[in-house]
Nanobody, 121 residues
Framework: QVQLVESGGALVQPGGSLRLSCAAS????????MGWYRRAPGKERELVAH???????IYADSVKGRFTISRDNAKKTLYLEMNNLKPEDTAIYYC???????????????WGQGTQVTVSS
């Protein structure tokens, strides 16, 4: 079984920082792209950041310059560094990854359980 286990969500004051982590485990041959999505109250799920297997990144305009996505392939872990947090960043943050469980099967998409980030004074 493949699991994505997230950590790092918390309540933080505006202007503060957090680092989210997402560790992949289970029967994994290769992890392709990974990303972070979020769902804020009253909004649809939106892409926050995406990182390809080669390291190319994409960010939502709302987080450019404040968030940094990275990955440690040896640890099979995805990170999201969040700086200068704003109340509008409050959301459930979800980790996602496209994973091959063997070299003979195609990619399957997996999701973490979500972690709550609350930005409030």
């Amino acid at each position: 079984q493949v699991q994505l286990v997230e950590s790092g969500g918390a309540l933080v004051q505006p202007g503060g920082s957090l680092r989210l982590s997402c560790a992949a485990s289970g029967t994994i041959y290769r992890i392709n792209s990974m990303g972070w999505y979020r769902r804020a109250p009253g909004k649809e799920r939106e892409l926050v950041a995406h990182i390809a297997s080669g390291g190319t990144t994409i960010y939502a305009d709302s987080v450019k310059g404040r968030f940094t996505i990275s990955r440690d392939n040896a640890k099979k872990t995805l990170y999201l560094e969040m700086n200068n947090l704003k109340p509008e960043d409050t959301a459930i943050y979800y980790c996602t990854a496209d994973i091959e469980t063997s070299p003979y099967k195609g990619l399957l998409n997996y999701w973490g359980q979500g972690t709550q980030v609350t930005v409030s004074s």
